[in-house]
């Protein structure tokens, strides 16, 4: 795991009023994806934090590094994902983000969407992680 | 029926997500789980694949540039993010087309769609069985299997005798050989006969309506293992 994973979890460690839960994850999309299929949900989520969270972490530095002709594959390639755990919401950032990195320009707009983006993103961590431990431990769900 | 079908997608979450539903399905046996096009060729070289769940961007190899280097295609489901690909999707006339992420609604009907197609595939494949289509005179005629009494070799070319006509075919008889079916047999490397149209058998030859033909010394024991003696 990279140094801004661990960040991360450390960042996203803090408590909350567990109802907040579903004002940002979008459950009915992940009962779409998933059904009744506990395992398959918690094994989703439990990728996307321990695999994709540490992927967005590299793009964070090629971002600060400039290196767009890196970027912008990265960023398609991991779409998909975010909508995978429910975070709907933050999708439009991305598409976004592909569209001006296909341009190549506006570099400070880029910049800033994305500061905006990865921001929200680790903001959603203990709500994936709960989100995951609830699939995990939540009979009858 | 069961599937037997690879994935292939660059992205881990997409892999496991496909592999699950494919798993959970009674029609699908998943036999790889490719992380680019460059793995799948592979696979592809080495057995046959009733299905592949492709993902279209991916890094060197695209999901149509795989396509492009298969001889044949078998199912194919376009997985993608984008909805700009449909075009090229119908113009290599793929099965379905499915949006990431995809639901399990949505992967059962790609799955019935691939099933309907394959027992279509099927159905050809079973009419054809029974007969080959013969160039003559710029067009293709069907002759059943049932009509051809026998075939000979006349050098460069072969000569297909049917009960009505006879049809001269640019081929070899090893190649022909090997499309009739179980129902013909070559009794010398000049004869191919239907084994259903011989009228009797002497020693060193047979007749077929009226027609005498050879019979090698070397077929000769395989040609008596298919009779039905008494």
């Known amino acids: ?141 | 029926m069961i599937l037997k079908c690879i994935i292939v997608d660059d992205e881990r979450m997409a892999r496991l997500s496909l592999q699950h539903l494919c798993e959970q399905h009674e029609s699908l046996e998943v036999v790889a789980v490719c992380e680019n096009a460059t793995q799948a060729l592979t696979v592809l070289a080495e057995q046959p694949i009733d299905l592949i769940w492709l993902d279209v961007e991916m890094p060197d190899l695209s999901g149509f540039d795989l396509l492009d280097r298969l001889p044949v295609l078998p199912q194919v489901i376009l997985t993608t993010i984008k909805t700009e690909y449909a075009f090229d999707a119908f113009q290599y006339q793929v099965t379905d087309y499915l949006k990431k992420p995809i639901t399990q609604t949505r992967f059962k009907v790609a799955v019935e769609k691939v099933i309907t197609a394959m027992r279509k595939n099927e159905q050809v494949r079973m009419v054809n069985n029974k007969a080959i289509f013969v160039k003559n005179d710029g067009r293709y005629v069907r002759v059943p299997y049932d009509s051809i009494l026998y075939v000979e070799n006349t050098g460069d070319y072969v000569k297909i005798l049917t009960g009505q006509q006879a049809f001269i075919v640019y081929t070899t008889m090893k190649s022909l050989e090997e499309k009739l079916g179980t129902q013909f047999l070559r009794v010398h490397r000049s004869y191919i006969i239907n084994l259903d149209k011989i009228v009797d058998i002497e020693e060193t030859n047979l007749v077929v309506a009226s027609k005498v033909i050879p019979i090698s010394r070397a077929n000769k024991p395989e040609l008596m293992s298919r009779l039905n003696l008494l």
């Not at chain 1, 989520?45 to 321990?50: A, G, Q, R």
């Not at chain 1, 600060?64 to 439009?92: C, F, N, S, Y």
């Not at chain 1, 709500?127 to 769900?141: K, S």
């Open chain 1, 1 to 141: 795991m990279t140094n801004v994973a661990r960040e991360l979890r450390v960042t996203g460690a803090g408590g909350g009023d567990p109802t907040e839960r579903y004002q940002l994850l979008d459950i009915q999309f992940l009962t779409e994806l998933y059904g009744d299929d506990k395992e398959y949900a918690a094994c989703m989520l439990e990728t996307f934090v321990d695999s994709v969270l540490p992927e967005f972490a590299v793009i964070h530095e090629q971002i600060q590094a400039q290196r767009w002709a890196d970027v912008h594959p990265a960023i398609h390639k991991l779409r998909p994902t975010v909508l995978m755990v429910g975070l709907t919401h933050l999708e439009a950032s991305l598409i976004l983000l592909e569209s001006l990195l296909f341009k190549q320009d506006q570099a400070d707009r880029i910049n800033a969407i994305w500061q905006d983006f990865y921001t929200t993103l680790q903001s959603q961590h203990p709500l994936l992680e709960a989100e995951w431990q609830r699939y995990l431990t939540t009979p009858n769900l």
